[in-house]
């Protein structure tokens, strides 16, 4: 998966825009050193978890669980009945992780027109060269 791991980031401006809105939560290790991070978009009447990073030094230490809770919560916070996103099918730390946070695979009829957009927008990036899904949450 070289074409996501050499993936350049969000840019500055697009990440103060999150902040701006209060839809980023980061999660720090001591005093400044970003370990991960969660942003959160608006889809269809939905909160939508735009990209979950948590660096890989600090894995396994249930910093994506309390970002994704903490996404979850913000959603809740504003009446939001449900949280979507988009993620690799077949790729054991992907779909396999959300299943066991509560997530469910959204059958064809269930993605919203929101989310058709932004699966082709990810088809257009390349992302389909591995299988892809759409999952939600209700809150």
């Given at each position: 998966?070289?074409?996501?791991?050499?993936?350049?980031?969000?840019s500055?401006?697009?990440?103060?825009t999150y902040?701006d809105?209060?839809?980023?939560?980061?999660?720090?290790a001591?005093?400044?050193?970003?370990?991960?991070?969660?942003?959160i978009?608006l889809?269809?009447?939905n909160a939508?978890?735009?990209?979950?990073?948590v660096?890989?030094?600090?894995?396994?230490?249930?910093?994506?669980?309390?970002?994704?809770?903490?996404?979850?919560?913000?959603?809740?916070?504003?009446?939001?009945?449900?949280?979507t996103?988009?993620?690799?099918?077949?790729?054991?730390?992907?779909?396999?992780?959300?299943?066991?946070?509560g997530?469910?695979?959204?059958a064809?009829?269930e993605?919203?027109?929101g989310l058709?957009?932004?699966r082709?927008?990810?088809?257009e990036?390349g992302?389909?060269?591995?299988?892809?899904?759409?999952?939600?949450?209700?809150?």
């Open positions: 998966m070289d074409l996501v791991a050499d993936d350049e980031p969000a500055a401006e697009e990440l103060q902040v809105d209060g839809r980023a939560f980061v999660a720090t001591g005093e400044s050193a970003v370990a991960g991070y969660v942003l978009d889809v269809d009447g939508h978890v735009e990209q979950l990073s660096d890989p030094e600090y894995g396994r230490q249930g910093l994506g669980s309390a970002l994704l809770k903490r996404a979850e919560q913000w959603a809740a916070e504003r009446g939001l009945g449900r949280i996103l988009c993620t690799f099918d077949e790729v054991p730390w992907n779909r396999p992780y959300y299943e066991q946070r997530y469910r695979r959204l064809d009829h993605v919203t027109p058709a957009g932004l082709a927008h990810e088809a990036l992302l389909d060269a591995w299988p892809r899904l759409c999952m939600a949450r209700d809150l």
